[in-house]
């Protein structure tokens, strides 16, 4: 079993649709992040969490230490939003293996 | 915008043959990392370095070797290439510390005929 899973693998949504991708891991942590990988393999780092939540424009990201559980929100879904979104754990990185989002418009 | 470079950023090579692949930084990062990953595939890391003249494996065993003698420069070398080397390299950067975002670079397409 993988120490990070991540579901949905694969969401497709419609332009304006709200979407949640979620993590879940079964190691201890320092640090939670949420990549983002375009298709032509370009990687971003859209947040690191340790606590709580963080925010950064149509993009939301939570982290529940306790219950080893992380979600990304996107609202207002764009096309450009189609990617790949990672989920790591920092202690010696360990990843998710990335739910492929496609926004239809 | 992140200062993190990789090159080649495509390598078409023959078997056997000695590769070199580029990582430089310009944000002063003392750690550093390579990872691997095949197409549609998680990412693994490899590599990776705290500081100058400190190297350290990842949880994937691989052939290739880095080195780090200057802050900005993390190198990684296959000594003779081979077609299950063939992957996406990528190199990221991090500030030291626990959890520090990771910079990633764009990439080397690595393709070992």
């Known amino acids: 079993k993988n120490e990070v899973e991540q579901s949905p693998q694969n969401l497709t949504a419609q332009e304006g649709e709200f979407i949640t991708i979620n993590c879940s891991y079964s190691v201890g942590i320092s640090a939670l992040h949420w990549l983002q990988q375009h298709p032509g393999g370009g990687i971003v780092s859209l947040f690191m969490l340790s606590s709580g939540k963080k925010k950064h424009g149509r993009l939301i990201a939570t982290i529940n230490i306790q219950e080893k559980h992380s979600s990304l929100h996107i609202t207002a879904s764009h096309p450009r939003d189609s990617a790949v979104y990672i989920c790591?754990?920092?202690?010696?990185?360990?990843f998710g293996a990335g739910t492929r989002l496609t926004v239809k418009p | 915008e992140a200062d993190i470079y990789q090159t080649p950023r495509y390598l078409v090579i023959g078997t056997g043959k000695k590769i070199t692949l580029e990582c430089s930084q310009t944000?002063?990062?003392?750690?550093m990392y390579w990872y691997q990953q095949d197409p549609g595939m998680e990412l693994h890391l490899i590599h990776y370095?705290?500081?100058?003249?400190?190297?350290e494996k990842g949880d994937l065993s691989s052939e290739s070797t880095v080195s780090r003698i200057r802050t900005e420069h993390f190198p990684l070398t296959l000594e003779s290439a081979r077609p299950s080397h063939t992957s996406q390299y990528l190199c990221a950067s991090s500030e030291i510390g626990a959890g520090g975002t990771q910079y990633f670079g764009p990439g080397t397409r690595l393709l070992v005929l």
């Open positions: 944000m002063g990062h003392d750690k």
């Open positions: 370095s705290y500081g100058v003249n400190s190297t």
């Open positions: 790591a754990v920092h202690n010696d990185m360990r």
